[in-house]
Each structure stands twice: as structure tokens, then as C-alpha cells.
């Protein structure tokens, strides 16, 4: 089996920031490539941020200059560093890896609200 565990969320006002860490653990052949996604409330699970293999990065254009996303691959591990953090980014933030020759897993999920 293939476990990703979450970590970092939690309350922060506007303006501060959080890094979350997500370690992937089990079975693993080799990561191809491992994100971040966050789901609000009433709304879809979005890309947030992702990384390949090769260090190649996508975020989406509401994270894009705040949110950073980095890997450790020793430790199959990726981080995302959020500052200047807004209401706006509450939500439940989820992390994807896609493993080689075995798929797609998903986190628990860590929960991060942001006040205003």
C-alpha cells in the first residue's frame, strides 16, 4: 500500500503564512509527479499547485507569486509554502502523488482557514 500524510494546516489571519508537508510512504516504484489541491466548501477540488519528476512546477494563476511548491525526493516528501495567505484560500488542501506503475493517491486532507 501507498499512504500520503498531510501536515501544517491550521488557523492563520490574513496577510501570514503556513507550509504544509506531505510525505509518501509504502510501495513506491518512483513519483512521477505529486500536487496540491484544495476544496472549499460547495466547490470542486482544484489544482492548486504541482511538481514533476524533473522539478517542473504548475500553479494556478490565484496562487501563482504566493504559494510555493517543492520536493524533497529522498524523502518522497513535497511542501507547500503559502504566504500573504486570504480568506479566500479556506479550504481543505489535499495532496495528489502519481506513483509509477501503481497510480493515482490521495491524502487525508489537512484543513487551512484563513480569518480576515
Known amino acids: 500500500q501507498v499512504q500520503l500524510v498531510e501536515s501544517g494546516g491550521g488557523l492563520v489571519q490574513a496577510g501570514g503564512s503556513l507550509r504544509l508537508s506531505c510525505a509518501a510512504s509504502?510501495?513506491?516504484?518512483?513519483?512521477?509527479?505529486m500536487g496540491w489541491y484544495r476544496q472549499a466548501p460547495g466547490k470542486q477540488r482544484r489544482l492548486v499547485a504541482a511538481?514533476?519528476?524533473?522539478?517542473?512546477?504548475n500553479y494556478a494563476d490565484s496562487v501563482r507569486g504566493r504559494f510555493t511548491i517543492s520536493r524533497d525526493s529522498a524523502k518522497n516528501t513535497v511542501y507547500l509554502q503559502m504566504n500573504s495567505l486570504k480568506p479566500e484560500d479556506t479550504a481543505v488542501y489535499y495532496c495528489?502523488?502519481?506513483?509509477?506503475?501503481?497510480?493515482?493517491?490521495w491524502g487525508q486532507g489537512t484543513q487551512v482557514t484563513v480569518s480576515s
Open positions: 509504502g510501495s513506491i516504484f518512483s513519483i512521477k509527479t
Open positions: 511538481i514533476t519528476s524533473g522539478g517542473t512546477t
Open positions: 495528489k502523488a502519481d506513483i509509477t506503475y501503481r497510480g493515482a493517491y
